[in-house]
Each structure stands twice: as C-alpha cells, then as structure tokens.
C-alpha cells in the first residue's frame, strides 16, 4: 500500500464513486483528505471489505479525515449518462469536502491551502473537472489510502440509501442486492415493471 501523506503534509484528496453497475439507484462518490497519524491498515478497496467492515471504518475516516460526499440521482443518470453522472458525482464530492476544508484544518493545526495547491486522484481512466491537480489511475483503490476512504465513503452512503428505498419499494428487494443486476433484480423488473428509482436507460 502506497502512502499519499509522505513527511512534509501534503494535501492528496482522494476521489472514488459507487454505483456505476446497478440498475437502479443514484451514483455517490467521495472525496477525501487523510491526516498522517490515520490508521490506514483499517483500509481497503470497499468492494474487498465485507459491509461490517465498512461500517466499522467509515465513521473513523469521517471522525479523522475531511470528507465529502456527492450524489447524482437515478434521473439524471438517465439524461447524461452514467459516465458523466459519475465525473459529476465526484465534482459535487470535492465541492463538499471543500466546504468541511477550513474547519479540519483548524483542529489539526495546519493552513488552509488553496484548492488549485490540493492534489486529486481518482480510480479509473478518466478524471472529473475539478480546479485542482488531478490525476487518474486504474486500480487507485487499491493502492491509495485516500482513495479507498473515498471508496468507503462513496459504498456506505450508497447502501443506505439503497435501503432506505427498499422501505419504500420492497418487492424490489434492493436491502439485499442495492440496485445491481442481478437475476432476482430483472426477474421482479420483467414481472412488475421498473420501480420509481429505475435507470430507464439501461437494459433489462
């Protein structure tokens, strides 16, 4: 595992999104900057931890960390497709850690630095247009500590949410698979129609 925080404090924001796969359902991503002193044997990609283990991690990365979440919701995905819903998941995800930025560098006694001085990474081949440096890299959730708190943050939000809309369309069983394809999930689509938080765009 590659360390993002080396000596001198360097401000690495790290980008991921959850979502891209499914059916049905938003895209979330997050953004985050770790401290030196975080525990980052607790992390891993989020699709390597169990969702105990997700749980257990992600208030400590929002207790430490400076976070932020973004989310583009199953209409918009349809209107501009879930490549660029993803891109603007991830810019409404550093906008939101942006804001908490000030107030974290307070409690941890360092100067508030300037967005285009912050560094990004991002999981995949291409990168969202924030107004920073940034970078993209595949596989990043897996050797970055930044990016895999981004990751963590980005999977919970989502299977909350994810079940929080299965109270509301249980037939749907989205608790259980969050919206991915699976083969329950295009039964009860073919048997019943799409639900209220269906992609329309994409194939059944």
């Known amino acids: 595992m590659q360390q993002d925080v080396p000596g001198d ?7 991921d999104e959850a979502g891209r796969g499914p059916l049905a359902g938003p895209v979330t991503a997050g953004c985050v ?20 283990k997700r749980e257990k991690v992600e208030p400590v ?28 998941a991830m810019s409404l995800a550093f906008e939101d850690m942006l804001k908490k930025l000030p107030s974290w560098c307070e409690k941890n006694g360092l100067p508030v630095p300037d967005s285009r001085t912050i560094s990004a990474i991002t999981d995949g081949n291409k990168c969202p247009e924030i107004d920073c440096d940034i970078r993209c890299e595949v596989k990043a959730d897996a050797k970055y500590p930044s990016v895999m708190a981004a990751s963590i943050i980005a999977k919970v939000a989502r299977d909350r949410i994810m079940v929080e809309y299965d109270a509301q369309y249980p037939q749907y069983g989205y608790a259980k698979h969050k919206g991915y394809p699976t083969e329950a999930h295009r039964k009860i689509c073919r ?4 639900s209220p938080i269906q992609r329309l765009t994409f194939t059944y």
């Not at 404090?9 to 980008?15: E, I, W």
């Not at 770790?34 to 169990?50: I, T």
């Open 9 to 15: 404090f360097v401000f690495v924001a790290g980008l």
């Open 33 to 52: 900057i770790l401290p030196p002193d975080f525990p980052v044997g607790l992390l891993n990609d989020s699709k390597k931890l169990s969702e105990k």
């Open 61 to 88: 990365i929002k207790e430490m960390g400076c976070w932020g979440l973004g989310i583009v919701d199953h209409k918009e995905i349809d209107r501009i497709n879930i490549l660029q819903a993803s891109m603007k």
């Open 191 to 194: 048997e019943l129609g799409p």
